[in-house]
């Protein structure tokens, strides 16, 4: 299996110089394994925090390595972000709403939704969009406001990340190979989105375009069906290796108390990281 993805991977597309992503010597390590399905991943204070979304768990593993479970009950929560004030917000797949802990006192409070959430993003000024595959839309939640807005429509949406300057929200089609930007306007609605990055998928056009993370350059990080890959507008897309023979379903980018920094994913079972220069 490892050996044939290889080959799908060297045959659909380009392998990425690694010498470009990832620090020389560098080799990916296991920081968390044997879960059901991992997704959501989140750093503050040189803490890493996860889901396992069946297990309805989150977790968070100290920067010693330590693994804690934090909460055993999260209505199935998957995405996670870090919102104003450093409390940690989880989008609940199995409840029609947002967990939020405060990281700082243990306290765990809920914002309401109409629907189950997948994943999400978080402004600076606390404006939250957030993804749910089965009503092919993109909501939006203002902190002053009750409810949330229906604000961008879409094939199953999923993957959901601010463009590194905070101008676009960028959302990936689930089911296709397609990420749209939409402008965020000055009241924090949408402006009309445009097909800006294009991903490879396996033959059948399923690309299981999942969490994902922006780059200072302007360039998308995003885990897919084929794993990793960095997207650019106008250019053909970059595949990583895969170091399993399973789907990547979550990337993160994050510096340590070390001043190091980590490419952090998700490969459905576990959790692993490499020393990157992006």
Known sequence: MRR???????????????????????????????????E????????????????RELFRITADGKTELMDGATDAANGLAIGPGGKLHGACMHAPAILVWDLQTGARSRIALPSPA??????????LYYTWGASNAVHRVIPSAP??????????????TLSHDGRELWVGEFHGDTVRAFPILGDGRLGRGVAAFKAKTPADGKGLLDGMTPLKDGRL???????????ERGKDPVL????????ANYVRLLTDGKGERWMIAAFEKSVMRRKTRL
């Open 40 to 55: 959501g991943i989140a750093s503050a204070g040189g803490v890493l925090y996860l889901t396992d979304v069946p297990e």
């Open 147 to 160: 409810g949330a807005e229906k604000v961008a429509d879409l094939p199953q949406p999923n993957g959901i």
């Open 4 to 38: 044939l993805l290889c080959l799908i991977l060297a045959g659909s597309s380009a392998l990425a110089d690694e010498s470009a992503v990832f620090e020389p010597g560098s080799r990916w390590e296991t920081v968390s394994e044997g879960h059901r399905i991992v």
């Open 118 to 127: 997948n994943d999400l993003a978080i402004t600076t000024e606390g404006t």
């Open 221 to 231: 990080l995003v885990a897919t069906a084929l794993g990793l890959q960095i997207l």
């Open 240 to 247: 990583l290796a895969n170091p399993t023979d399973r789907r």
